[in-house]
């Protein structure tokens, strides 16, 4: 069994920012030389998430509405609990958290063995700073 | 080490509809020979997730309704921005992230190692039309 | 190719409440003897969730309102389905799928391949009584 392990990073220029990955994910299948198996795609950081989706704009200015509504960014009135150690992104955590935060997909032939629309996110939710995704593949 | 690759085939007649996929998961490790690793079940297209939860026929009513309320189907006022791309199903590609998308399982002496009451559920939630989900086993 | 399963238990004194499991994973990865893989962490029970985030009281606060408000454990007025049943815990099937339910991680160097932040937390959902997390490793 062979196993192949990457660190990918990001800087965004937006708090909030998606990022398509699928290409870097593929780029490193061929790298590992793996071409049966499993691949794990984790952010190793707390205030992003990696998700599986259609590459359509409208759509993910749609996620970000959902994320808003269902947990505001900046409440008015009392905040969130963990904003009092001094951080202003506890609706990143816990966005992070609605949206799966990671994916295992699987390699077959070589690359990413993905249907029609599947397309792999990373969705930085805390971001301006460089952040690590692990990729992590093991196979034959 | 050993692989599995298998797509199953769904057609479901209603839009949203749920069906228990853990007998078939089963039979596909059987095909495998596999008798200890890791199963990892994914739908291939970006409407319908997988989760793990009880088979009661009241509880999917309830994921329904949660699904609903936090997301509505056809929201009144302002649409998603995916649905002016000529499409109506932007709920769909939301709610099958809040539903976590795709589960992986561990495979022991042959089986689905599942606790009491976990059942394997395939979510469609743009139905009515053929879709596929991938299986990969790999292990000894 | 090696694998490792073992089954950790766990019995909370509250309803609900989340433990820091991040150790207890460790120590299965080093009883393992695999040194390069993949972890699968995932509850035998559909009423809990493994998920990874930070360790501090009140982004685990802010994890407990947000689900309270998105999905109320005891709604006035009409109950969930699933609670005609004489359960009522259907909040809980409902919350541990939000939180995303499991996690799948990297095994690098023969420990959790984790970034700086990142620790895996048990959240359970309808305690007081004995649930298992099943731990299944494979890899070199």
């Not at 708090?15 to 398509?20: A, L, M, S």
Request: glycine content about 8%; cysteine-free; charged content about 25%.
């Amino acid at each position: 069994m062979k196993t192949h392990t990457e660190y990918l990073w990001f800087d965004t220029s937006e708090r909030v920012e998606f990022i398509n990955i699928t290409r870097d994910i593929d780029h490193e299948i061929g790298r590992s030389g793996i071409t049966d198996g499993l691949i794990l795609v984790n952010p190793m950081h707390i205030t992003a998430a990696v998700y599986v989706n259609d590459a359509e704009s409208g759509l993910i200015h749609d996620y970000k509405e959902m994320l808003k509504k269902l947990v505001p960014q900046h409440p008015s009135g009392e905040d969130y609990r963990h904003n009092l150690t001094g951080e202003d992104n506890a609706y990143a955590h816990l966005w992070r958290t609605l949206m799966g935060h990671q994916v295992t997909m699987a390699v077959t032939d070589g690359r990413l063995d993905l249907g029609p629309w599947e397309q792999i996110y990373y969705a930085e939710f805390d971001g301006r700073r460089r952040k690590r995704v692990l990729v992590k593949i093991i196979g034959n």
